[in-house]
């Protein structure tokens, strides 16, 4: 059983994933989301859910208002092994758009997609990645 914010996932990993588009503007976000939301929904995930504005980071944290608009709480199942694939799904959706960045977060460890394919980056997805590994 794992807990974040309120929320628990019952025999499998839950995943936040923060979408910042680099937008102040709410509907802009919204409409990002959506479309993000709409190609999440093709993966066998356990559940997708929108933090309540009564989870999100308080004022003066390093979340601004943008990034909390966009934050899901993503079931996986007990063995983890859809994780390499949501990130490639985030990193692809990021390339598309070739703005913005979306945060991982399981429990306190965390990685942040943006465009930028650097090896450094990819080096600490990897890394990342084989910390979850199932």
């Known amino acids: 059983m794992h807990e974040r914010g ?9 995943v936040g994933l923060i979408l910042d588009t680099g937008q102040d503007e709410g509907d802009y976000v919204e409409e990002q989301l959506q479309y993000l939301l709409a190609e999440l929904s093709h993966l066998d995930l356990v559940s997708i859910d929108r933090v309540p504005a009564s ?4 004022p003066g944290t390093r979340s601004s208002g943008t990034v909390e608009l966009g934050t899901l709480l993503i079931g ?19 390339n598309r758009r070739r703005s913005g960045t979306i945060r991982i977060q399981i429990g306190g460890d965390e990685i942040e997609l943006s465009t ?11 890394e990342f990645l084989r910390r979850h590994e199932g």
């Open 6 to 14: 309120g929320v628990v996932a019952v025999g499998g990993i839950l």
């Open 116 to 126: 930028s394919s650097d090896e450094m980056r990819l080096h600490a997805l990897e």
């Open 76 to 94: 996986l199942g007990g063995s983890g092994a859809l994780l390499p694939v949501l990130v490639g799904l985030a990193q692809d959706w990021l």
């Open 55 to 58: 989870l999100q980071a308080p």
